[in-house]
């Protein structure tokens, strides 16, 4: 088993930053990648990022690229999701998930069905 908590979540202006994090406990060895998904009030829930850990690849949703970064600590097994130049349309529940499984290719790093674990989410909350 593995359990994700994540951190960091709050309410910012328009334009501005936020740093969420994510730490996956205990059968860490077996986790092959982490991710970034978000749910909007009344909208489905959509990635935003994703990091493997074999190859350290990263994939971003069209919507955060230039202005989101994943990055991770592979040893403790903690990603970050770094949010600049935020918009009021980035307003939701930021959930961090984890798979064991390595995929072929990026596009199943993006399908919320190929994570197993999944944390609780932080709320980002940005203003006008």
């Known amino acids: 088993q593995v359990q994700v908590v994540e951190s960091g979540g709050g309410s910012v202006q328009d334009g501005g930053s936020l740093r969420l994090s994510c730490a996956a406990s205990g059968r860490t060895f077996t986790t092959a990648a982490m991710a970034w998904f978000r749910r909007a009030p009344g909208k489905e829930r959509e990635f935003v990022a994703a990091?493997?850990?074999?190859?350290?690849?990263?994939y971003y949703a069209d919507s955060v690229k230039g202005r989101f970064s994943i990055s991770g600590d592979k040893d403790r097994k903690t990603v970050y999701l770094q949010m600049n130049s935020l918009k009021p349309e980035d307003t939701a529940n930021y959930y961090c998930?984890?798979?064991?499984?390595?995929?072929?290719?990026?596009?199943?790093?993006?399908?919320?069905?190929?994570?197993?674990?999944w944390g609780q989410g932080t709320q980002v909350t940005v203003s006008s």
């Open positions: 998930a984890a798979t064991t499984l390595n995929y072929p290719s990026g596009r199943y790093y993006q399908a919320s069905e190929k994570y197993s674990y």
């Open positions: 990091l493997t850990w074999r190859a350290n690849n990263t």
